[in-house]
């Protein structure tokens, strides 16, 4: 157990979902380098992408709506209206409720995009918004999970192969654009890292997508995430997933979740993939700190913190006590049992996740450190009867041999 590295939860890294967010990276997090709108527009587009990374949704909808009511004709307002039901969607994943909306913003924003290409075949605008539109449609499916694999992987083929012509019709009339490299940068490794990890679906990546390259991918990532106007913060986003999934360079996503939390505090994604990794670099103070104040959130029901962050939030709280050296244990079975409770509620009648199987092998831990060897055994003997999904069985095997002992 103590070796476990925990998942990022709710994520399909497939390569060709991630090409079609090659154009989505051009909507988030900056100026230069071209002029997508007026500069009015563009002011309270970069202001409502502030917004919503720090979740505040109800903000960022003003200010889009704002926008599209002063230039009506213009994609963007539509667009990042869009955005925002993708955020409330992303951060409420067993809510439905937004994605018919999700999809009606795109829309509109793709046939306001279409009248501006009919106009001028080369606006760049148009080809923005017309291509990050069609990348979008698909994007939610990632996170959705819910279709066939194959069925999934098809349906982002064809809207990644149509988006991709826009990225490459503003390559050539923008080159060397450290934008661009976020795109072609997940390409890279993505394509390679998941033939890798589905080989049955490797013939069909092969034939949407070139050859990529993992180490040249990381480059161009990280030349975005610091040079990027557009790409900066998605790029980090991404890299965090690569570094802690893929490369197991822990410190590097340690480093860059600090860097996203810090700068938007309220978001719960970045939060989450901060407490992840400071528990991966055992840093104790930091995600216990970290995760009161999602509890504290969850429980005052803010946008995005549901009955997942609070049962999140308590896990690692318990396990914290755990790892101190004066922690309370009492503490620690408290939080680690509502944790379970939770988990049990969420789940279902379906089968235990493994929030539930570590949740009671730290409790088994917890009672073994209090030197209530009977109960312990009780907890180690439960998790043998649960799913086995990060060695826990084994962990549970030893400790009934040897009592756990920090």
């Known amino acids: 157990m103590n070796a476990v590295i925990f998942r990022i ?17 051009f909507s988030h997090n900056a100026r230069a380098q071209w002029n997508l709108q007026p500069g009015e527009i ?40 869009a955005d925002v039901m993708f ?16 999809k009606q913003w795109l829309q509109k924003a793709e046939d306001r995009a279409d009248a501006m290409l009919e106009k001028n075949p080369k606006d760049i605008a148009g080809l923005f918004y ?9 994007r ?18 064809r809207d990644a192969k149509a988006g991709v012509q826009y990225l490459n019709e503003l390559e050539d009339i923008i080159p060397d654009n450290p934008d ?5 940068g997940l390409n890279n490794y993505y394509v390679e890292a998941e033939k890798e990890a589905h080989p049955t679906l490797a013939p069909i990546i092969s034939a949407a997508f070139p050859t990529g390259n993992k180490a040249m991918g990381l480059q161009m990532l990280e030349i975005s995430a610091a040079h990027a106007a557009y790409a900066s913060v998605e790029a ?16 590097r996503a340690y480093q860059l979740a600090q860097e996203l939390a810090s ?30 104040v999602m509890l504290d959130r969850a429980k005052q029901h803010r946008d995005g913190y549901t009955i997942k962050q609070a049962r999140e939030a308590m896990f690692f709280i318990g396990a914290a006590q755990i790892k101190k050296a004066n922690g309370n244990m009492d503490t620690a079975l408290y939080y680690l049992y509502n944790s379970d409770l939770l988990s049990r509620k969420v789940n279902g009648d379906g089968p235990q996740d493994w929030w539930v199987t570590d949740a009671e092998l730290y409790m088994g831990q917890a009672y073994d450190v209090r030197g209530n060897r009977k109960e312990a055994l009780e907890m180690y003997n439960r998790v043998l009867n649960l799913p086995d999904h990060n060695r826990d069985h084994a962990d549970a095997e030893r400790y009934i041999q040897n009592p756990y002992k920090r």
């Open 42 to 81: 563009d002011q309270q587009i970069h202001r409502g992408i502030d917004v919503i990374y720090n979740m505040d949704f109800s903000a960022a909808e003003k200010i889009f709506d704002s926008v599209i009511t002063e230039h009506p004709e213009h994609p963007a307002g539509y667009f990042f209206r």
């Open 263 to 292: 700068r938007y505090p309220n978001n719960v994604i970045f939060l989450h993939y901060l407490g992840f990794a400071a528990y991966t670099e055992n840093n104790v103070a930091q995600y216990d700190s970290m995760y009161r």
């Open 9 to 25: 939860e709710r994520r399909i890294a497939l390569p060709v979902g991630l090409a079609l967010i090659v154009l989505l990276s």
């Open 87 to 102: 955020w409330r969607a992303i951060t409420n994943p067993d809510n439905t409720t937004y994605d018919a909306e999700y």
């Open 140 to 157: 939610l499916y990632e996170y959705r999970a819910t279709a066939d694999m194959l069925d999934l992987v098809m349906l982002i083929v």
């Open 130 to 138: 017309k291509g990050v539109s069609i990348g979008m449609r698909a």
């Open 236 to 251: 980090k986003f991404e890299l965090i997933h690569i570094y802690y999934v893929y490369e197991k360079n822990y410190a």
């Open 180 to 184: 661009i490299l976020f795109g072609r």
